[in-house]
């Protein structure tokens, strides 16, 4: 009797390590993987913004922008 115990008992150890505590184990490991290489991502396209900024010329502010068209001067109109 007591070894019909111990196997019943092996088995369902068994069944928990190779049905549950493995599974979980690997899809942990896929998740913490996938958020480090988004993460990486993130890292590298704010380095290529940074440096998209910093290689754009800048736009001289000395001189005044002229608009184009006609100002129509606001009236207000009274019924």
Do not use: C, H, W
């Amino acid at each position: 009797m007591k070894y019909v115990l111990f196997a019943i008992l092996a088995y369902i150890l068994y069944q928990f390590i190779f049905k549950l505590v493995i599974p979980v184990y690997t899809a942990s490991r896929k998740i913490k993987k996938g958020f480090k290489e988004m993460q990486s991502k993130m890292q590298e396209q704010q380095m290529n913004q940074q440096q998209g900024f910093n290689t754009q010329p800048s736009s001289p502010q000395s001189q005044p922008k002229t608009k184009t068209g006609d100002y129509i001067d606001f009236e207000e109109v009274r019924s």
